[in-house]
């Protein structure tokens, strides 16, 4: 079985900075992807950023990337110069081909101070 | 381009009552299909996925059901309503692998009265 830890209930970043979330993770499958992904308040899932276990470069997308310490099971999201607008909740989640399954944490609440 | 449709965005329903929610997946063929229950504050529960037509894998054990009558129609079902399935309703499909990215529908907020 596979399983998804995320430790923060809460985050507060400054409008600008920089912003780490972390994930941490658990799964005996060789093959895997790890996903982000940002609800705001509307509800409305949108996914973020992919990771694949393979991968040898952390993932990047705009001002998102991926911290992939593969040893230590753990799949942080930076986000850079933080937006008013990146203001919502984010989770991570793992998927993989060998058991079937797709994993959500519980989720991260972001909040960006003017 | 692909898109994901449910309906209704929101539902109040009495206790015992039915409900059916329908998802349709837009722009491709063969996804698999999912169904989320997400509660207030909290993360996302999978109940149902499917990998095809008449194909559905339930996750939790509960009073809810789900049948994909076509290949990108995906319905959520209960006969009788309980308290406890007041939710976000979300419902998500990928290509063949589960370790391809989800994407999601707008949801459907259900209210059990």
């Known amino acids: 079985a596979q399983k998804i830890t995320q430790t923060q209930p809460g985050m507060f970043v400054q409008e600008k900075e920089a912003v780490t979330l972390d994930c941490t993770y658990d799964t005996s499958d060789p093959s895997y992807g790890l996903f982000w992904y940002k609800q705001p308040s509307s509800g409305e899932m949108i996914f973020l950023i992919y990771q694949g276990s393979y991968d040898q470069q952390n993932a990047t997308e705009g001002r998102y990337s991926l911290n992939f310490q593969k040893a230590r099971k753990s799949a942080n999201l930076v986000i850079s110069a933080s937006q008013l607008g990146d203001s919502a909740m984010y989770f991570c989640a793992i998927g993989s081909a060998a058991g079937n399954q797709f994993y959500f944490g519980t989720g991260t609440s972001l909040t960006v101070i003017p | 381009s692909q898109t994901i449709h449910q309906w209704p965005a929101t539902l109040v329903q009495p206790v015992g009552s039915p409900l059916s929610l329908e998802c349709t997946v837009e722009?491709?063929?063969?996804?698999?299909l999912y169904w989320y229950r997400q509660a207030a504050g909290r993360g996302l529960q999978l109940l149902f996925y499917s990998v095809g037509i008449g194909q559905i894998s339930s996750e939790v054990p509960q009073n809810l059901s789900a049948s994909r009558p076509q290949d990108r129609q995906f319905i959520l079902s209960s006969k009788k309503l309980l308290l406890s399935d007041s939710g976000f309703y979300l419902c998500?499909?990928?290509?063949?692998?589960?370790?391809?990215?989800?994407?999601f529908g707008p949801g459907t907020r259900l209210t059990v009265l």
């Open positions: 722009g491709t063929s063969n996804p698999n």
């Open positions: 998500a499909w990928s290509s063949r692998d589960f370790y391809n990215e989800q994407f």
